[in-house]
């Protein structure tokens, strides 16, 4: 299992700097082609842009994690941050009532779950750093 932790992380980090890339070069057709997105304003190309270089810049994190063992603690618990920060704030969205219970599973795969892995990284790599 071990060893898989690494590739895990690499698969992660692959995805989250691939969707920031979308995001970069063609945010117009990302704001249309993710469900549910166009349901939480309208088009800012500006802020779509901004988060699609948190999502290369996490992203980057994980893959480089992946590779540098001595780096991964940091790298993954800070990207593990951002991710729980966003999960956590689409559940308030729920609990204030600017959305509906139904958005949580449509948002699971891309919100929730990155957001699981990556804190499960996160403390694998901190069980397993060399605290010297």
Same mark, same amino acid.
């Given at each position: %299992?071990?060893?898989?932790?690494?590739? +895990? @992380?690499?698969?992660?980090?692959? $995805?989250?700097? $691939?969707?920031?890339v979308f %995001? +970069?070069?063609? #945010?117009?057709?990302?704001?249309?082609?993710?469900?549910?997105?166009?349901?939480?304003?309208?088009?800012?190309? *500006?802020f779509l842009?901004? !988060? $699609?270089? !948190?999502?290369?810049?996490?992203?980057?994190?994980?893959?480089?994690?992946? @590779? =540098? #063992?001595?780096?991964?603690?940091?790298?993954?618990?800070?990207?593990?941050?951002?991710?729980s920060g966003?999960? +956590?704030? *689409?559940?308030?969205?729920?609990?204030? $009532?600017?959305?509906?219970?139904?958005?949580?599973? =449509?948002?699971?795969?891309?919100?929730?779950?990155?957001?699981?892995? @990556?804190?499960?990284?996160?403390?694998?790599?901190?069980? *397993?750093?060399?605290? =010297?």
């Amino acid at each position: %299992m071990p060893k898989a932790i690494p590739v +895990l @992380a690499g698969i992660l980090g692959a $995805g989250l700097a $691939g969707n920031g890339v979308f %995001m +970069l070069a063609a #945010p117009e057709a990302w704001y249309f082609a993710v469900p549910g997105v166009t349901t939480t304003g309208p088009f800012n190309q *500006h802020f779509l842009r901004d !988060i $699609g270089l !948190i999502f290369v810049l996490i992203g980057s994190g994980f893959a480089y994690g992946a @590779a =540098r #063992p001595g780096q991964r603690s940091l790298l993954w618990t800070l990207g593990a941050v951002w991710l729980s920060g966003h999960a +956590l704030f *689409h559940f308030w969205e729920v609990a204030v $009532g600017i959305c509906g219970p139904e958005v949580l599973p =449509r948002d699971f795969p891309s919100v929730t779950l990155p957001a699981l892995i @990556a804190l499960a990284l996160s403390v694998w790599s901190f069980r *397993h750093a060399d605290h =010297r």
